[in-house]
Every structure is written in C-alpha cells, then in structure tokens.
C-alpha cells in the first residue's frame, strides 16, 4: 500500500488551487464530488506520487487546521530560493539532526515543510 492523497481543508478550493499550481508548480490531476455533494481538487506534486486533495473546510476539519505536511527536496537552498522568487514567505532554512528545513503557510494557514534529508 501507499499514500495516495492528502486532505488539505480550505476556503476557497478555486483560490487555494491556483496557489498550489502557480506558486508551489502543482499540477491539476482531477476534480470531483464525494459524499453526494462535497467537491475535492486533487493536485500533484512535481515529481511527486501522493497527491493533495483540497476540500472544503468543515466543522472537523477548518481551513489552515493541517500542519506540519513535508514536501522533500534534493536541495531545499535552491527550491526555497526559487520560491521565494515567486512570491513565497518562508521561513529561514534551519538545520536539524535529520537534515535542513523551511516552513511556509498556503494562503488558509495550513503549515507545511520544505525538507532535504542528510545523505
């Protein structure tokens, strides 16, 4: 088994969409209903395999209430420079025992790391 998706609670699915794509370069794998009623829009990562379902935020689950998703990279000084160019507020990289990280919020105030692992 595998991941195949994460659920990230939002506001505005159209807004929270075009974040993602033009800003962090997901792409747009497909959009639907579940429940009877309830839209999700699923995107994919840049070279990624687990895909990011945005739905509307709920009582259980509000928007910006998903913290701490990691997207992982080869070389976090160069994706965090390449983000920041494109408008991203992320915070300084830090280093840590199991590698070097930035933090940054999507526009509802989910949090998520940018990651590169030691080798």
Known sequence: MQIAAITIPVRDQAAAAAFYCDVLGFRRAASGTIHGDRQYVLLQPPGG???????????????????????????????????????????????????????????????????EARR
């Open 49 to 115: 395999i687990t895909g990011v379902s945005l739905m509307a935020e709920s009582a259980q689950m509000p928007a910006g209430s998903a913290q701490g998703t990691i997207l992982q990279t080869l070389d976090v000084d160069n994706e965090c420079a390449k983000l920041a160019r494109k408008g991203l507020d992320l915070s300084a990289i830090t280093d840590a025992d199991w590698g070097r990280f930035a933090t940054f919020t999507d526009i509802d105030g989910n949090g998520w790391l940018i990651a």
